[in-house]
């Protein structure tokens, strides 16, 4: 029997045992246990053979005797201590996968928002203003995806019935895709130059921090609807509102930002062209269901084969 202890840490505000009891319908052979305060969890984690959470400390880490797997609650790592986690021998898998539909449904929402002037018609309605607008239309638009992980395939999977052209970035683009066109990061520019709707869904690494940078605002088009709801460092955030500023940039829309939190006086709150949620398009009812396939079918192989490797969404230290 595998003991999993779930961290006292609520994904968008929702209750940690609902992922607790998730776990505990895919696994009835196993002990799933919550840790109410940080000395219970201090206590439990001695035995425990899984960990899942958001997070996990060197010192906790220090306690953990039978630690072999460490089950993230989300698609990204950069906040782990890696080194730390493969000096003691523990494999690292992330929620990679789970948000894609809700994010997809967040950059979708967010670009026929802005094409068919829908904020403008809230504001028009807020002042009891019955007055005309022209709109633009979506489709026969060429639409560029960056990152095409499982965040990005889903959002290209729901342009499908849009009849758009499609151009997808990616790290190996010698790989393909499922758009028209695939380019590397350093093409850039070439990917973005005639796309009239930009999605950023890639990973934060030392490749694409910065990517969108001054020369890239100057090369996307002045109609260009950007969405990021990748991280906000892949953004030059000065670049971004000099962009906007000198209408060099249709609209944008983030759920990320740099810095985040967006600070009450940030620039970035005032444009009428700026949506800006707070880091919340991940949120779906059904995380910890997703999420709990994901670690329940980790927990069994490793259960059943007693070698805690080549698990899904497993990543390299």
């Keep these: 029997m595998v003991k999993i202890l779930v961290r006292n840490y609520s994904v968008h505000g929702m209750p940690t ?9 895919r696994l ?3 002990e799933v246990l919550v840790a109410q305060t940080p000395a219970q969890e201090r206590e439990l984690v001695t035995d425990a053979t899984v ?18 797997l ?19 021998g523990v494999a690292v898998t992330t929620a990679s996968g789970v948000h894609g539909p809700n994010i997809a449904e967040y950059v979708l929402g967010a670009w026929l928002s802005f094409t068919r002037e829908f904020f403008t018609a809230r504001r028009r309605q807020d002042e009891h203003v019955w007055h005309s607008f022209q709109a633009s239309e979506f489709a026969g638009s060429r639409v ?5 992980g499982a965040i990005g395939e889903a959002i290209l999977d729901r342009l499908a019935g849009f ?10 683009p010698e790989k393909g895709g499922p758009t028209d066109e695939v380019y590397g990061y350093d093409e850039i520019h070439e990917a973005v130059a005639d796309a009239r709707y930009v999605a950023i869904a890639c990973p934060l690494t030392d490749v694409t921090r910065g990517l969108f940078d ?26 971004l509102v000099n962009a906007l500023q000198r209408n060099r940039l249709g609209a944008a829309a983030l759920d990320v930002t740099d810095p985040e939190p967006l600070p009450n006086d ?11 949620t707070p880091h919340n398009a991940g949120h779906t009812p059904k995380y910890y269901e997703r999420l709990a396939d994901i670690v329940a079918e980790n927990v069994r192989r490793g259960a059943e084969s007693g070698e805690w490797d080549d698990l899904k969404n497993q990543i390299e230290p």
Aim: proline share 5%; glycine share 6%.
């Design 266 to 276: 940030h620039p970035l709150w005032d444009f009428e062209n700026v949506l800006v």
């Design 51 to 68: 960990v899942a959470g958001g997070s996990i400390s060197t010192e906790l880490l220090d306690s953990a005797d039978s630690l072999r």
């Design 28 to 30: 009835p052979d196993h």
């Design 214 to 239: 001054a020369d890239v605002f100057e090369t996307v088009h002045p109609e260009t609807v950007l969405v990021n709801v990748a991280r906000g460092p892949v953004v030059e955030t000065d670049a």
């Design 17 to 25: 045992d609902q992922y607790a009891t998730a776990l505990r319908e």
């Design 144 to 148: 560029c995806v960056v990152g095409m």
């Design 70 to 88: 460490f089950a993230a609650s989300s698609a990204g790592y950069d906040h782990l201590p890696l080194s730390e986690l493969a000096d003691r």
């Design 163 to 172: 009849e758009v052209e499609t151009v997808g970035v990616r790290h190996s």
